[in-house]
């Protein structure tokens, strides 16, 4: 791909004077339409000139030059005037197709966006309450504090804890503002002790304390027939987890870990429509079966795998002692920030709940390192046919770029990233295109994955699909037989 050639500081001031005309009018439509827009799955959230500037600059990754401002501004005025619902709608992909087919742009508009036009600009509300409030439990609450913002869905009505202490609310609040690796909360956080309510950007989340899940009576606090997240980790039987279905103003579970026995374990973009509407309790599985199912999909549609091996890099979790002790689990004990540890993973094995394809052709294991966010998973595969390393990264970055799988799988092609570079990706998995090997039928990828928030995005996905708040996607990305 060909460097792109600098911007002079008058041409600069254009696109400058361009983006400012964009702001206010992406605020209409989020407003007053709950519509979020994107080029080429960049979201515009609070978007800043510089932020929309480098956004149109990023679609050379897709077409090999830069997109005009001057091309997705009509559009985004022509969308101002519509009468449309809910969606969320990608500017680039739209003004790309526009450039191709040319005609009129109202008529283009009214074609591609014909299924949202008229309908109703409210996303039906549903409560969700966390129960757990660590590591991934605070993550959700700020990414459905972000949605909510945004497509006024899913609702973050409260969270349940046990109770720490006189100071356990402030306590909460503090750490839910502050995040030593994902940073400062995007808003204002404020406590009313005398009611248990933190309150984040003017929403009011209730502090429930209790350590029965089977005994909170949440229509006592206006929720009712709420999905609860359960982020603790205590309990991933149906036994312990139908717990929570015995309280009041409940309808359903999502458990943050990997799912015993029946309970359907589901990766949003792999096996999420398959999701019963009449199941109760459900799981996300682990971050690392998202991190890896997607990309073992493709490759194997693809190419077929014959079997293959999965190693992890993991970053070490508060599951680790930070210095030597007992512990229940093998090698757990010693201390996570001195050490690389050895571990067992069910990754591997957990991938085939949801692709029974891949039953019995996975091995794993894992490495705990002294990182605190960011792993990488190496899958180490023998295909059905021989591939050649070029062919294999230009397939999975079209992937990355066109298909139904874009939020689930990114593609990377960098001489100096390293696992920090990829703190807050909303992807499932990255695939490190600098890093694949081939020989024949055998293929080595490498795809980071943030652990902690790639995998929270894929939750609310799945969180999102279970409540029927999900907004819909314009223009329609290609299914991966299309590619």
């Known amino acids: 791909m060909a460097t792109p050639a600098p911007i002079n500081h008058s041409d600069w001031n254009e696109r400058v004077v361009l983006a400012e ?9 989020r407003r007053e339409k709950n519509v979020v827009t994107s080029i080429f799955g960049r979201l515009l959230e609070n978007p800043t000139e510089t932020s929309i500037i480098k956004s149109h600059r990023y679609a050379r990754r897709i077409t090999s030059q830069e997109l005009p401002l001057s ?25 790309t197709k526009f450039e191709e087919e040319g005609g009129d742009l109202a008529e283009f508009l009214a074609r591609e966006l014909a299924d949202v036009i008229g309908t109703a600009h409210e996303t039906p509300q549903s409560d969700v309450v966390l129960y757990g409030f660590g590591r991934i439990g605070r993550l959700l609450a700020r990414i459905l504090l972000s949605r909510q913002a945004l497509f006024n869905g899913a609702r973050l009505r409260a969270i349940v804890v046990r109770k720490n202490g006189d100071e356990d609310l402030v306590k909460r609040a503090s750490l839910l503002r502050r995040d030593s690796v994902h940073g400062a909360f995007d808003g204002t956080i404020t406590v009313d002790r005398d009611n248990d309510i933190i309150w984040a950007n003017g929403t009011p989340i209730q502090v429930i304390y209790s350590s029965d899940p089977a005994t909170v009576d949440y229509t006592a606090y206006g929720i009712d027939d709420a999905l609860v997240i359960d982020n603790t980790g205590r309990w991933r039987d149906r036994e312990g987890l139908g717990q929570h279905l015995k309280s009041k103003g409940v309808s359903k579970v999502l458990l ?7 309970i359907p374990n589901i990766v949003y973009g792999i096996n999420h429509k398959g999701i019963d509407p009449e199941e109760k309790i459900l799981s996300a599985a682990s971050c690392t079966t998202n991190g890896i199912t997607p990309v073992l999909k493709v490759v194997n549609d693809k190419w077929g795998v014959e079997h293959g091996h999965v190693e992890t890099v993991h970053s070490f979790t508060n599951d680790q002692n930070l210095i030597d002790n007992f512990h229940k689990g093998t090698r757990r004990g010693r201390a996570a920030t001195l050490n690389m540890v050895l ?6 094995k957990a991938v085939s709940k949801a692709l029974p394809e891949f039953e019995g052709k996975l091995t794993g294991n894992a490495i705990r390192v002294p990182t605190p966010d960011v792993s990488m998973a190496v899958l180490n595969l023998t295909l059905e046919t021989e591939v050649d390393r070029d062919e294999v ?19 990377i092609h960098s001489p100096e990233v390293v696992s920090t570079d990829f703190v ?33 995005n894929q939750v609310i996905r799945v969180a999102e699909e279970v409540l029927g708040t999900r907004p819909r996607i314009y223009p329609k990305r290609k299914h991966l037989v299309d590619l």
């Open 256 to 262: 943050t870990a990997p799912g015993k026995g029946d």
């Open 424 to 456: 807050g990706s909303t992807h499932a998995g990255i695939v490190d295109g600098l890093a694949t090997i081939t020989q024949g039928k055998h293929l080595v990828l490498y795809v980071w994955y943030d652990n902690e928030f790639g995998y929270s």
């Open 343 to 348: 571990t067992e993973t069910g990754a591997a």
């Open 393 to 411: 990264n230009e397939y999975l970055r079209e992937v990355s770029l066109r298909s139904v799988l874009r939020q689930q799988i990114d593609y």
């Open 71 to 95: 091309q997705t501004l009509p559009i985004i005025e022509q969308l101002v005037q519509m009468d449309l619902g809910t969606a969320s709608i990608d500017l680039g992909a739209l003004a």
């Open 21 to 29: 005309k964009m702001i206010p009018l992406l605020g209409q439509l």
